[in-house]
């Protein structure tokens, strides 16, 4: 029997949702917006057209603030992925209240297997559309991404679909508004010369645009933190021309020292790997975060040329480009 959660004014203080929605595993609850208003006016900023035509996927809705804010700027249908009991008990209330609009399905964004089942035609199976030429007029992709360690893989892993065209990427060039925590933000937004410079902000640059459409005040989230909407729209050609794993590889490698200079670097790609920075079109000396996606691009492409280069770049491979194969 589905629980019936009844608070006074029909929404969780902050005190209640504390007690109700703490899962066994944690000392609190999963962050969600709180904020009704701000949620409706953040969905609007995004400025999405012919909204009416669009289904939105969204993962980790919490207490469905953001989803309520979809339903209402005019989303033809929201499927809202929510495993955490509670969370997807509320969902389901929410679900009842929408005249058929939202639709909750107990799966977890974080599994990739969520994005294969997510292909059934009574989801998104019949909206796929593999021209990148455009970008994706049916399907849209959003929610609060979590904080801490699992929050920062399931973001990278998000920005290196685009690039692979993998899990939502495989049903055509998505475009994407994801809330972000504050430390998570820097990171994922740093561009060349910026101190948190890392991986990920260096494939976000690589194959897709962003722009910063909110920055949450007190009272929005659950509990009281800083979160960032961000609008992440595909290119349609990725900076990236080197072969993908050579790319990884080579970031992998670079960004263990990232305040270091290229030229003193390059060696960790292999023994005698210096012999690739004469064939480099830019100066050497240029620190690793400064490099640009195009740069480290043609640091990766030239690695691969070499024909002295280890053959063997991952013993064990990426898990998840495995998983998704």
Known sequence: MS???NFKNGFPTLTEWTKIFKSKSSSAPR???GNSITALNSAKALNIKNVQQKTAVEIYPGLGIWTNALKDIGFKRVLTLEQQPNYF?????????SNGVIETIKKDGYDWDTYTFLKDPNYLGSLQNTD????????????????GRKGEQLLSQFICCVNNRMAMQTFGRVPMAFWIPDQLFTKFTAGPSDSNRCKMSVVAEACSTLKVIYTTKEGDIYPESVYHLVS???LEESKIKADWDVFEYVLKHLFVMRRQPLKSMVRTLGPGAEIILGRLSFDTS????????????EVAQKFDEWPL???VLFEDASVFLTKQQ
């Not at 399907?139 to 904080?147: A, N, R, S, V, W």
Request: no cysteine.
């Open 3 to 5: 629980k019936v959660f």
């Open 132 to 147: 990148w030429s455009k970008v994706h007029p049916n399907i849209f992709f959003t929610g609060l991404i979590p904080k």
């Open 286 to 297: 240029i620190l690793i975060r400064d490099l640009s996606a195009e740069q480290l691009s």
């Open 309 to 311: 280069r280890p053959k």
């Open 31 to 33: 962050a969600t917006l």
């Open 232 to 234: 992440i729209v595909p």
């Open 89 to 97: 008990q509320w969902m389901k209330q929410v679900s009842e209240t």
